[in-house]
């Protein structure tokens, strides 16, 4: 045989087993491909259902701080004593029961001489505070006498108004309701997805549900911790679920 044919006949055999490789090559890679259409529709969908609700608050918490200046700490404290008195007596003349008003110690500082950032160690005056605290049901009350507090700081007192937070009592009331009208929702939005498509949605593989979220009428902030706005007494409350179902 000359070297010729011997060439050619290497050449052939080569390429029979190319050929033989790359047909088995392609019909496993069509198994995978068969079995990963499978698997795929065999697999769940995750739908993300959510229900709302609106709320009112029904508790109120406001904090409001006393806080003077004098020469003397003994001066300091006695003028803050005397602006509470004066706030309790408009909390008081207002419709707030003295059992919602809770009065915090008082406290002195110092208020030190600086010159060119070092201390000196002489004292300019003295500072002193107390906090007030109201806690009530009438939310609505509590609003009126925080926007017109105007009305004490006329007369010379120093009180500073933090403005009252609004909580709704009863969350662990909607939370269930919620929850459940989440689901529904969920429910509804997977059917509409498979049924898009030929498919069937079966029955539920996972649940999670996330964080409660307390925001106002007209506000989409959310948190992946939960969020919770306390600046005004009418809220949304929503719910969401994240839904794993079985598809066919």
Not at 89 to 105: F, H, K, M, Q
Not at 189 to 210: D, E, F, H, W, Y
Not at 235 to 240: E, L, M, P, S
Request: hydrophobic share 40%.
């Amino acid at each position: 045989m000359s070297e010729n044919s011997s060439s050619e006949g290497t050449r052939f055999v080569s390429t029979i087993v190319a050929a033989v490789l790359l047909a088995v090559g392609i019909g496993y890679g069509l198994s995978l491909v068969g079995d990963g259409l499978a698997a795929k529709a065999g697999n769940a969908i995750t739908v993300t259902g959510s229900a709302r609700t609106n709320a009112t608050s029904d508790n109120a918490v406001w904090t409001l701080n006393a806080q003077e200046t004098a020469p003397s700490a003994a001066s300091a404290v006695k003028k803050t004593e005397a602006d509470v008195v004066a706030l309790k007596a408009y909390l008081a003349n207002g419709g707030i029961d003295s059992t919602g008003v809770e009065t915090g110690a008082i406290a002195t500082s110092t208020n030190d001489e600086y010159i060119n950032g070092n201390a000196t160690g002489r004292v300019l005056s003295y500072r002193a505070n107390q906090q007030v605290t109201v806690r009530s049901k009438d939310v609505q009350l509590v609003l009126k006498l925080s926007n017109g507090i105007g009305v004490l700081l006329q007369t010379g007192v120093n009180i500073n108004n933090y403005g009252p937070a609004f909580y709704v009592s009863n969350l662990d009331v909607l939370r269930p309701k919620l929850l459940s009208d989440a689901m529904k929702d969920a429910k509804v939005r997977a059917q509409a997805i498979t049924q898009s498509v030929g498919g069937k949605v079966g029955s539920v593989l996972a649940v999670r549900s996330g964080p409660i979220q307390v925001t106002t009428t007209d506000s989409v902030d959310t948190s992946s911790g939960g969020f919770y706005d306390t600046s005004t007494i009418q809220k949304t409350v929503t719910a969401t679920v994240s839904v794993d179902f079985k598809t066919s």
